[in-house]
């Protein structure tokens, strides 16, 4: 029998008819002679009502208590889901993060897992019980409680089943699994049965929605398999392993991500000489903005464009700082442009296949879309467009690349 670790989200426990419906779920586990350990997020909108309350008291209270008071919320569904699954005479214990224990750094709000004491965990187990603990939360060396950044019952989820070998570790949500593409773009959007960890995190602009990137980064890690399914309906839903699907032939591209929020913004006419490129982003990564594509042009008469991509939320901020940087530099001028989008493909079986840049670039320009920038690493191809046609592309290219098409009976 296996050993599974489940983690349920906030909408899957969102009101005590759904805690009650997990616990009608994970007793069909245990009945099937599973071991399982369960992890909770908080209530749905708990989380940011616990914010809403500090922050009526101040603007910034000391991380400590921020973190002393949203660890309620993931307290408050490990007791009702224990009292659900004992109604159902399915023996459950629950533990918060300092009782399991998980010890964290002390970086409150964003802490990282540093070990985990399976002890009574496994004492648990051995006796029968379901074993229900917090979600997102820890604590220090000294016994003070972190949390682990939004979204870190995920990475709770991951570390408790790469500390306890789980067989498997199931993320419960509100969707069925992740798909080629964004299915509200594209209608033909297929749900993968599965997909790599590396392209997993190259697709973070479609699965972050889903669950935390950092818990998929852990769980490649430590070579955990993740499955991503729904609480609400039965499915397998799409398995995240080390190793794509080896009964078939993998196909080249498995996604397409997409980022609407992007800006550009470029720099024309800047001597071409050592120690440009950092003292253009110096000054950018200071301000505490992220860079995300950068290209720089071949020169001409010992000049060149240098251009770069960031959030558009920062666009203002970043042209201001390269205003002054032009200046200093004797750069020509500044341009920029924040009705960008990036579209990527992501696909491991890239690596042994020639041509697929062609295709996608092909594709592209069957539709009559420019392409702005183009980035790649081995296993994505990223272009920039104007944002008015990020639909058109994705849809395209999701239908050059085949995605639509079953691969699984
Ligand atoms: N309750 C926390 C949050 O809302 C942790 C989680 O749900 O994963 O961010
Ligand atoms: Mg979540």
Redesign the pocket.
């Known amino acids: 029998m296996a050993l599974y670790v489940q983690k349920f ?2 909408t899957s426990v969102g009101t005590v008819e759904r805690i009650e419906a997990v616990a009608d779920k994970v007793k069909s586990f245990r009945d099937a002679g599973h071991d399982i350990v369960v992890v909770v ?2 209530m749905s909108g708990e ?1 940011n009502r616990l914010l809403g309350l500090a922050n009526a008291i101040m603007d910034e209270p000391t991380p400590r208590e921020m973190d002393v008071l949203v660890s309620t ?2 307290q408050v569904t490990i007791a009702l889901l224990s009292m659900a699954l004992n109604k159902r005479g399915c023996a459950a214990k629950s533990y918060t993060g300092g009782q399991v224990k998980i010890t964290t750094d002390e970086t409150h709000t964003k802490a990282r897992i540093r070990s985990i004491d399976e002890k009574n965990m496994r004492a648990d187990l051995d006796e029968g019980r379901v074993v229900v603990v917090a ?2 939360q820890g604590v220090d060396e000294y016994g003070n409680i972190t949390t682990l950044g ?5 990475t709770t989820g991951v570390a408790l089943a790469a500390a306890l070998k789980a067989d498997e570790c199931q993320i419960y949500t509100d969707v069925d699994g992740v798909y080629t593409t964004d299915p509200r773009v594209v209608d033909s959007a297929r749900r993968m049965e599965r997909i790599t960890f590396e392209e997993m995190i190259e697709m973070a602009s479609l699965g972050s929605k889903i669950l935390q990137i950092r818990s998929v980064e852990f769980a490649g890690k430590y070579n955990v398999p993740l499955r991503v399914l729904s609480s609400f309906k039965d499915g397998p839903g799409t398995l995240i392993t080390i190793e794509g699907d080896e009964k078939m032939e993998q196909p080249v591209i498995s996604g397409i991500a997409f980022n609407r929020d992007e800006a550009k913004l470029t720099v024309q006419g800047v001597p071409d000489i050592p120690g440009i490129a950092s003292k253009i982003l110096r000054p950018i990564s200071d301000a505490n903005i992220e860079v995300d594509m950068i290209v720089q042009n071949m020169g001409a008469d010992n000049h060149t464009d240098f251009t770069f991509t960031v959030h558009r939320n920062d666009y203002k901020k970043a042209k201001v700082i390269l205003d002054d940087v032009c200046e200093v530099l004797g750069a020509r001028e500044v341009s920029g442009d924040d009705k960008i989008a990036k579209v990527s493909i992501v696909g491991v079986g890239m690596r042994s296949h020639a041509g697929v840049a062609t295709q996608m670039f092909d594709s592209l320009s069957d539709e009559g879309i420019n392409i702005q920038m183009i980035s790649t690493s081995e296993i994505k191809i990223s272009v920039v467009i104007a944002e008015k046609y990020l639909e058109l592309a994705v849809r395209s290219l999701h239908s050059s690349f085949d995605l639509s098409e079953a691969t699984e009976a």
Not at 150 to 154: A, I, Q, T, V, Y
């Open positions: 989200g906030g997020s908080a989380t919320g993931e979600g997102f939004r979204g870190g019952s995920d």
